[in-house]
């Protein structure tokens, strides 16, 4: 049978792997920059911490673990003469891959409130995991990149988000990417003032899907979940939404201005905009998109979500949002949040895309030594043990090398992995080193050497 691996997952090559740790080390020094802190969490968590806190959909996607041994035998028989996989699952798994990096941060916190000194700022870049169908930029096993700081309501962390994404997309040389922007109190209102407030979720995510499904298939879903078509003409103007962030706001602050609610999301919305003016942005544009919903039930105010460079086919490249009530989930009220999120696998296809890989290098030695004598193999290796311990980078090709064709193997090794200096021969402590860009060949001693490389 011929190996594979599962849809939606993927092997990453040497190369691939030091393009991605060129977008991971330059999102990692933008959030120490702004002061973020690390943190891990497990890679699974308990279920109850994880269900119910994503919505309907997000709930479907989480891969839940099965219990170990015999998972059965704790089932009630009549769920499963029933095959009712909804109830049954909670009876046969206690466990479930991480969905996102954002329900775990807030469990964290909860658990570790005593030792951590608010206002809080962490950065996590581990790998989680949807159970989603497999598209291009869409993957079933794949890494965030998050930071998030808890226990403070402050507007202008919103605006720092919006400036750490634009520090880091000009920095990955993404310019012209659009930091979208909305706010949930505004979406709220909305739903209040069409008098659907007790549909606000259906609401949302139906209008989160606009640029994917068009007008028609918001409206059409709208009405299956029950939304009035009365309702549904009264926010009819925000599928044309169009104009400057200002008139955009001008706009809604007249539409909500009967909803307290939505009149104090239009407020929250424009100081961040007006201080984004203000400060200015590097490459990014900030843009206000009143249909940006993000379908989370955990959003409680801003709304964050990156979209590529224009010609670029792609989905969000990041996204995020304050969630004043997440944590009071798991028993800690009153703790503030708000968080971002880069998606490090989309980044990397759009900077595939558009050729800005040139300048990262594959990880390789400084120095390599040819095996042509195996008498001389000890001295070698204590040259390299030599080497290291000055931190420079060198290797020793294993491989005896006696005869021409088994010698041009070793140097063509060299020359596929672009390696700068090679040592091919040593006699009586001497070492002769071959500069590979230059073709220039010197005899040194070990210091010399030593030395040469340091240079």
Known sequence: MKPSIPKGTRDFSPTEIANRNYIFNTIKAAFETYGFQPIETPSFENFSTL???????????????LNSGDYLKKAEEKLLSEKDSTKLTSQISEKALRYDLTVPFARYVVQHQNEITFPFKRYQIQPVWRADRPQKGRFREFFQCDADVVGSKSLWQEVEFVQLYDSVFSKLGLAGTTIKINNRKILSGIAEVIGAKDKLIDFTVALDKLDKIGKDGVVKEMLSKGITEEAIEKVSPLFDFS????????????MLQTSEEGTRGVEELRFVCDAITELGLESANLEVDVTLARGLNYYTGAIFEV???????????????RYDDLTGIFGL???????????????YLVLEELGLFKTVDLPKPKVIFLNFDATTDVLKMKAIKNLREENIKSEFYPDLGESNKAQKR??????NRAIEFVVSKVVNDVFTLKNMNSGEQIDYSLSELIQKLKE
């Open 333 to 347: 009220k009153d703790v503030s949040g708000v968080g971002i999120s880069f998606g490090l696998d989309r980044i």
């Open 410 to 415: 070793q140097w063509k090794y060299v020359s």
């Open 51 to 65: 269900m119910g806190k994503y919505g309907e959909e997000g709930d479907r996607l989480i891969f839940k673990i």
């Open 243 to 254: 104009g400057s962030n200002a008139n955009k706001l001008s706009s809604l602050e007249t």
């Open 307 to 321: 979209g590529a460079p224009e010609g670029v086919k792609m989905g969000s490249i990041g996204g995020g949002g």
